[in-house]
């Protein structure tokens, strides 16, 4: 008893004591000797996906298969489409040819560029109304042709005498047809291409043709039309020019009265000469008159002998020399003489004269510049007069001559117009007596002998990838939201616990060879099931005792390999060593492996004793085939003294010579109050004497205590996990229950293991490999 508390204890100072919530804690270290528990580092990520996809290929292979097939079925209901095909060359027309772009009002396409002009008749051809002028055609025609439908599906029908599906109608024929027409330019030529599709062969080349005669038609009548209605227009103003003519001409002939004005030889009148040598005289009367005032008004303001005109004069030049001669004799004689001197006053009676007949002369100068100034203004006066009234004269003139200029251009006008405009509505009238086509049919269409849709092979391969991407879709969200244990070494990378060993599947394992690994399991699921390799196929519940029946399968070395690690762990424990085999929840297989590790340590010359500690729900007498009416129950009930009874006589023998099993005994009393009893406790310390390994066959411990009472009379726990079934976070509750309670976990098994389900088909290769060179020695030796 104080050696079992002692293995229980905590104080060992070598082993440190866990704290109470583990979880978050960045390592853990194992509670028994051992190295230290680390992450394993992180598997290649493209391996990882390999393995992935590899675990989920039964998924991928449906998911394809089911795509691919839906892709194909998706066509069979379609109806084939047949495309027809004709080209069209787009020419210019040649507006020089009968000046026919004189007569156009549009300049249509021949002042364009050809790529310009082909790509409006491209849009002309996709045009709603050549589409619906090509319908009415063809409804009007009398067109018929088998209105049957023609996808495989319905095929399939009539092939099979059933006949459900409505004909098709002609409209709707029309109408898909209509909408198919596709036209495109053939590269950088004037030729173009167009299609059309149709459920019939036959009907789709016939609307192609419709459609290129009908866009001809429409061409023409186009050009056509405008030339008509050209034609018309230049008639109507030719009439209007025509009645404008006759009254220009009316009119000329009243404004003239059938006479012409005189004129002269240079064109001009004589009313326009006159005026002109009016002009030119009255400007020089003007002239002459503002010389002659000017000099009349300086001889009224300067001194008369200042005045050029006096100056000029020779008789007042002598009379001044004469003065000036006598004043020099006045003076040559005065003095001596006085003036009284007879000959003195005779000289100033000669001066006096002579100045006197100088202010007559000065004033007969002056005299006659007036009179020449008012003779020049009174010629000045009847010239303006004379100029006024020829002026008007050749005003009235010149508004007639006007006046009849102006009808007569516009006399002229009218001719020119109306002789253009009348060879314009002879050309017009020929431009549309002769329509050329600008539409040439390069190859007309045919019917075509190939559909261009559906293409089953391509829809069965769309349907077939987007069946496998969906598949690697739903692989990876699956993989994502699965949270279980599923491969080794995931344990210790997640729990930071030691992982004694992995069990593998025994549907896998015991199959003969890894081929038969990977090809068995297609059999079992479709065919029949899979042949051992003894030749018998293990019965329900034989799978516990696989150590024992099938010594030599791989499932049977894997629990003498998990013994192993176990015995290890538990070297340091000088008496017997007590574990507890447990599980988060039901059906992870530990009684089983608490089998299984029963059998392995005892073939290792090992006592062992396995107790069935579910009391709930107890099958360790069934695995074992055993009787159960004494057992747990009885001994922890009290119906057995253990002090004086030997163990033989509450535990059972089995098969194997070394191994016994205590089953669960009779009973209904609760398993808790029986557990918590004194009584368990001295039982397991007096089995730890008389036993190298007592197994405890506990129930799941998630929802209930029993194991956790038993881990905590015990050496260890064994936890056991289910590939693909256990949960991380449930592995990881149910090890935090085991620390916190103190409890010391002995490792984990990883139960279940199939590499075929986890993409590793040769994870076992090496096994069976030296499998069968052990097997080919052995025949040798004999």
């Given at each position: 008893?104080?050696?079992?508390?002692?293995?229980?204890s905590?104080e060992?100072?070598?082993?440190p004591?866990p704290?109470?919530?583990?979880?978050?804690t960045?390592?853990?270290?194992h509670?028994g000797?051992?190295?230290?528990?680390?992450?394993?580092?992180?598997?290649?990520?493209?391996m990882e996906?390999?393995?992935l996809l590899?675990?989920?290929r039964g998924?991928?292979?449906?998911f394809?298969v089911?795509g691919?097939?839906?892709?194909?079925?998706?066509t069979?209901?379609?109806?084939p489409?047949?495309r027809?095909?004709?080209s069209?060359?787009?020419?210019?027309l040649n507006?020089?040819?009968?000046?026919?772009?004189?007569?156009?009002?549009?300049?249509?396409?021949?002042n364009?560029?050809?790529?310009?002009?082909?790509q409006t008749?491209?849009?002309?051809?996709?045009?709603?109304?050549l589409?619906?002028?090509?319908?009415?055609?063809?409804?009007?025609?009398?067109?018929?042709?088998?209105l049957m439908?023609?996808?495989?599906?319905s095929?399939?029908?009539?092939?099979?005498?059933?006949?459900?599906?409505?004909p098709?109608t002609?409209?709707?024929?029309?109408?898909?047809?209509?909408?198919?027409?596709?036209v495109?330019?053939?590269?950088?030529?004037?030729?173009?291409?167009?299609?059309?599709?149709?459920?019939?062969?036959?009907?789709?080349?016939?609307?192609?043709?419709t459609?290129t005669?009908e866009?001809a038609?429409?061409?023409?009548?186009?050009?056509?039309?405008?030339?008509?209605?050209?034609?018309?227009?230049?008639?109507?103003?030719?009439a209007?020019?025509?009645?404008s003519?006759k009254?220009?001409?009316?009119?000329?002939e009243?404004a003239t009265?059938?006479?012409a004005?005189?004129?002269?030889?240079?064109?001009?009148s004589?009313?326009?000469?006159?005026?002109?040598?009016?002009?030119t005289e009255?400007m020089?009367?003007q002239?002459?008159?503002?010389?002659?005032?000017?000099q009349?008004?300086?001889?009224?303001?300067?001194?008369p002998?200042?005045?050029?005109?006096?100056?000029?004069?020779g008789?007042?030049r002598?009379?001044?020399?004469?003065?000036?001669?006598l004043?020099?004799?006045?003076?040559a004689?005065?003095?001596?003489l006085?003036?009284?001197?007879?000959?003195?006053q005779?000289?100033?009676?000669?001066?006096?004269?002579?100045e006197?007949s100088?202010?007559?002369?000065?004033?007969?100068?002056?005299?006659?510049?007036?009179?020449e100034f008012d003779?020049?203004?009174?010629?000045e006066?009847?010239?303006?007069t004379?100029?006024?009234a020829q002026e008007?004269i050749?005003s009235?003139?010149q508004g007639?001559?006007?006046?009849?200029?102006?009808?007569?251009?516009?006399?002229?006008?009218?001719?020119?117009?109306?002789?253009?405009?009348?060879?314009r509505?002879?050309?017009?009238?020929?431009?549309s007596?002769?329509?050329?086509?600008?539409?040439?049919?390069?190859?007309?269409?045919?019917?075509?002998?190939?559909?261009?849709?559906?293409?089953?092979?391509v829809?069965?391969?769309?349907?077939?990838l987007?069946g496998?991407?969906?598949?690697?879709?739903?692989?990876?969200?699956?993989?994502?939201t699965?949270?279980?244990l599923?491969?080794?070494g995931?344990?210790?990378r997640y729990?930071m616990?030691?992982?004694?060993?992995?069990?593998?599947?025994?549907?896998?394992a015991l199959q003969?060879?890894?081929?038969?690994?990977?090809?068995?399991?297609?059999a079992?699921?479709?065919?029949?099931?899979a042949?051992?390799a003894n030749g018998v196929?293990?019965?329900?519940?034989?799978?516990?005792?696989?150590?024992?029946?099938d010594?030599?399968?791989l499932?049977a070395e894997?629990f003498?390999?998990?013994?192993y690690?176990?015995?290890?762990?538990?070297?340091d424990i000088d008496k017997?060593?007590i574990?507890?085999?447990s599980?988060p929840n039901?059906?992870?297989g530990?009684?089983?492996?608490t089998?299984?590790?029963g059998?392995?340590?005892?073939?290792?010359n090992?006592r062992?004793l396995l107790?069935?500690?579910d009391?709930r729900?107890?099958?360790?007498?069934t695995?074992?085939?055993?009787p159960n009416?004494?057992g747990?129950?009885?001994l922890l009930?009290?119906?057995v003294?253990?002090d004086?009874?030997?163990v033989?006589a509450?535990?059972q023998?089995?098969?194997?010579a070394?191994?016994?099993v205590?089953?669960s005994?009779?009973?209904?009393?609760e398993?808790s109050?029986?557990?918590?009893?004194?009584?368990c406790?001295?039982?397991?310390?007096?089995?730890?004497?008389?036993?190298d390994v007592?197994l405890?066959?506990?129930p799941?411990?998630?929802?209930?205590?029993?194991?956790?009472?038993?881990g905590?009379?015990?050496?260890g726990?064994?936890?056991?996990?289910?590939s693909r079934?256990?949960?991380r976070e449930t592995a990881?509750n149910?090890?935090?229950?085991?620390l916190?309670?103190?409890?010391?976990?002995?490792?984990?098994?990883l139960n279940?293991?199939d590499?075929?389900?986890?993409?590793k088909?040769?994870h076992?290769g090496a096994?069976?490999?030296?499998?069968?060179q052990?097997?080919?020695?052995?025949?040798?030796v004999d």
């Open positions: 008893m104080g050696d079992l508390q002692q293995l229980n905590w060992n100072p070598a082993l004591v704290p109470f919530n583990t979880r978050n960045p390592e853990i270290r509670l000797k051992g190295p230290e528990m680390r992450p394993d580092a992180p598997p290649s990520l493209l996906y390999y393995h590899v675990r989920r998924m991928l292979a449906l394809t089911c691919a097939f839906l892709g194909f079925a998706a069979m209901g379609i109806l489409v047949f027809a095909r004709t069209l060359d787009i020419q210019n507006a020089d040819f009968m000046n026919m772009r004189d007569i156009k009002a549009t300049a249509g396409g021949e364009t560029s050809t790529e310009a002009y082909v008749q491209i849009k002309l051809l996709q045009s709603d109304t589409r619906a002028r090509t319908v009415d055609r063809m409804r009007k025609s009398g067109y018929t042709l088998p439908r023609d996808d495989m599906l095929q399939l029908k009539r092939s099979v005498g059933l006949h459900g599906d409505e098709m002609k409209q709707a024929l029309l109408a898909y047809a209509a909408k198919s027409v596709t495109k330019p053939l590269g950088m030529t004037r030729l173009v291409e167009v299609t059309c599709d149709s459920w019939n062969a036959k009907f789709s080349a016939d609307f192609c043709n459609l005669k866009f038609e429409q061409d023409r009548e186009v050009r056509w039309n405008e030339a008509q209605r050209t034609s018309e227009w230049l008639s109507r103003q030719l209007d020019v025509r009645e003519l009254q220009s001409e009316r009119n000329l009243g009265g059938n006479a004005p005189l004129l002269h030889q240079g064109g001009e004589v009313a326009d000469e006159k005026l002109r040598d009016l002009q009255l020089r009367a002239a002459d008159r503002v010389t002659k005032q000017a009349y008004q300086i001889s009224t303001s300067a001194a002998e200042s005045l050029p005109v006096v100056l000029d004069s008789q007042f002598e009379s001044q020399v004469k003065l000036e001669d004043r020099r004799q006045v003076a004689l005065v003095p001596p006085t003036e009284a001197n007879p000959r003195v005779h000289l100033r009676a000669q001066i006096k004269e002579v006197a100088l202010a007559t002369q000065k004033t007969d100068l002056v005299q006659r510049m007036r009179n003779q020049a203004k009174h010629r006066a009847l010239l303006y004379a100029y006024s008007g050749v009235q003139e007639k001559e006007a006046q009849v200029s102006m009808l007569r251009h516009e006399v002229e006008s009218s001719q020119q117009l109306y002789s253009t405009l009348l060879q509505v002879k050309e017009a009238g020929f431009a007596a002769m329509q050329a086509s600008t539409i040439r049919v390069v190859d007309a269409a045919e019917a075509p002998e190939i559909p261009i849709a559906p293409r089953r092979g829809s069965t391969a769309v349907g077939l987007l496998m991407l969906s598949a690697v879709i739903c692989a990876f969200l699956k993989e994502r699965q949270t279980v599923r491969s080794p995931e344990v210790p729990l616990l030691r992982e004694l060993g992995v069990i593998p599947s025994a549907r896998r003969d060879g890894p081929g038969k690994m990977f090809s068995g399991r297609l079992s699921m479709f065919l029949r099931p042949a051992y196929k293990p019965q329900k519940g034989a799978l516990d005792m696989v150590v024992w029946q010594h030599v399968s499932v894997a003498r390999s998990t013994t690690s176990i015995l290890l762990a538990g070297k017997g060593k574990y507890v085999v599980s039901s059906g992870e530990k009684t089983t492996v089998c299984n590790l059998l392995a340590l005892a073939q290792a090992q062992v107790i069935d500690g009391l729900k107890p099958r360790l007498h695995a074992m085939n055993l009416e004494i747990m129950r009885n009930r009290g119906d003294d253990l004086q009874v030997p033989s509450f535990s023998p089995t098969k194997m070394n191994l016994r205590i089953t005994g009779s009973g209904t009393e398993p109050g029986l557990l918590h009893s004194p009584r406790r001295a039982l397991l310390e007096r089995l730890a004497d008389e036993f007592v405890i066959d506990s799941p411990m998630m929802h209930l205590a029993d194991a956790r009472i038993f905590g009379m015990s050496n726990v064994i936890l056991v996990f289910r079934v256990t949960e990881l149910s090890r935090d229950l085991f916190n309670d103190h409890v010391r976990i002995i490792g984990t098994i279940d293991y590499p075929l389900k986890e993409g088909a040769q076992y096994y069976y490999a030296y499998r069968k052990s097997r080919s020695a052995a025949v040798d």
